[in-house]
């Protein structure tokens, strides 16, 4: 945490605040609370959400219009993972989609239906269900596939 005044002026900790959080273990929201002391008065509090490890992907197998991604197993704080595939490497809206895994044991999936001979970008991240909503981590490096005709 980094406190500055109004000025711009960064605040020492323990001189000028002191910094107490609550709930900040556990993937999910948490909460830190800053209260001033010294010259300065009162207490400002903000919320951050605490996101689960990511996984990277180990491998893509490309068939005839199908390809198959392998991902190294995150089992710990995560519920599932998601798997993200385009025919552009910016992942537009209109040429990208997403499949769902939803059990944290499953680190492989095959997306069928595609075009032969087609260049795919994909990548990988994992989520975490807490009361009903969803905390992803950040995705994982892209890499390519070539379908089969």
């Known amino acids: ?18 910094v107490s959080y609550s709930k900040n273990k556990a993937i999910g929201t948490a909460k830190v609370t800053v209260k001033f002391k010294g010259r300065y008065e009162g207490s400002c509090s903000k919320t951050f959400k605490i996101n689960p490890k990511g996984t990277s992907l180990s491998k893509l197998t490309a068939k005839k219009k199908v390809f198959t991604a392998k991902w190294k197993k995150q089992a710990k704080n995560t519920t599932g ?13 209109k040429t990208t989609k997403t499949a769902t895994v939803k059990k944290n044991s ?44």
Do not use: A, E, H, M
């Open 81 to 93: 993972y998601q798997i993200q595939y385009s025919t552009s490497k910016k992942f537009t809206k």
């Open 106 to 149: 499953t680190v492989s999936k095959t997306v069928s239906k595609l075009k032969g001979k087609k260049k795919y970008y994909v990548r990988v991240r994992t989520y975490k269900t807490v009361k009903g909503t969803k905390y992803y981590s950040n995705w994982s490096k892209v890499k390519t596939v070539t379908t089969r005709k």
């Open 1 to 18: 945490v980094t406190v500055k005044d109004r000025k711009g002026n960064t605040l020492k900790k323990g001189t000028d605040y002191t």
